[in-house]
């Protein structure tokens, strides 16, 4: 007999996630304002001139400053959007009963994890993506196994635009078009979310009044050392717009405070720079996508693998005939360029490839150390033990 959800306590999970969260702002907050010469001001706040900043009507000036204004929802001009209150991955956050349906524009990261989190409390979830692929900057199996796996759970429609949204009762209608047809597509909910990336703050902040660049993006210029084009103002984090993760960010921070501090400057080493994606199925990547490895090096260099769970004990024990992993590998050096997962605990499985390729470590050095057997760890092993010369 299957087992049933007869009821999903929404407004509880909501809190305990917001209790959690607020709970842990608030003793950051709490250390910030507790400080010993620390001068704690919060709100909007803006430069006025050089290592100038203007805050609550106050001027502050800074010999040394540290940009960390990190980055906003991009809300693409849709028609209509702007008469309707839609969701963003922020305000979402204070969502306090379940919406019975719901239409997510995007499809990257963010989209993603919302429509799975949605779907699974039940929601009636359609996911509109302008690129003909989900995550677009993962491998493209991986992408097309992820919509396979959500497509079960909800509608999604690819290389498809959102053109307009328009009240519709309670709710609200969007219309969108195919990319490749023209078709003209309408799709109704309850509420609408945008999901289709983000914006730099750099303009709330007018980094221009200190002299510091911004790229064609609008997002904050850094040299190697996460210095702005001003001398001694720093930018690290989703104001420079590079791998916007918070794990990232924290290495960075490290980095910076190093850079301010000493004369001998150190780099931020981005190649081992992970990240995951909390979807069902699981995805994790650290490193070159294939794509990426074909443009960089010699084809002839290269040695890709994958290798499904199945292949291991445990992976056939779960009866997962479709959760994968993959390599990409320098022939003659065993240096790992890239490895990607999509599947159950896949950003716990990729950590030991995430160490090797931090320390150097070739795919050698994975293979001397013992794996437990059975245990799905010992799909790295099978995708290494898969590797050939890609076509």
Known sequence: ?????????????????????????????????????????????????????????????????????GARPHIPPIKGIGEFPYLTNESALQLREKPESIIIVGGGYVAVEFAHFFSAAGVKVTLVQRNKRLVPEEEPEISELLKTKLNQRMTIHTNTEATEVKKSGSGCTVTAKERATGRALEMTAEKIM???????????????????????????KVDDYFETSKKNIWAFGDAIGRKMFRHVANREATIVWHNAAHKEKVKMDYRAAPHAVFTYPEIASVGLTEEEARKQHDLRDLLVGTAKYSETARGEAMMDEESFAKAIVIKDSGKILGFHIIGPYASILIQEVITAMANDLDMWSLAKAMHIHPALPEVILSTLGNLEEPE
């Not at 007999?1 to 969260?21: H, S």
């Not at 945008?194 to 904050?220: C, E, F, H, M, P």
């Open 194 to 220: 945008i999901a289709t990336g983000r914006t730099s703050n750099a303009d709330i902040l007018k980094v221009q009044n200190t002299g510091v660049a911004t790229d064609k993006r609008n997002y904050i």
């Open 1 to 69: 007999m299957a087992a049933e959800i007869k009821r999903i306590d929404f407004n509880a999970i909501m809190e305990r996630m917001r209790t959690t969260v607020g709970g842990s702002v608030n003793r950051m907050r709490e250390g910030i304002a507790q400080s010993e010469d620390v001068d704690f001001y919060e709100g909007e706040a803006h430069f006025v001139k050089d290592y100038t900043l203007e805050a609550k009507g106050e001027q502050i000036k800074g010999k040394k400053i540290f940009i960390v204004t």
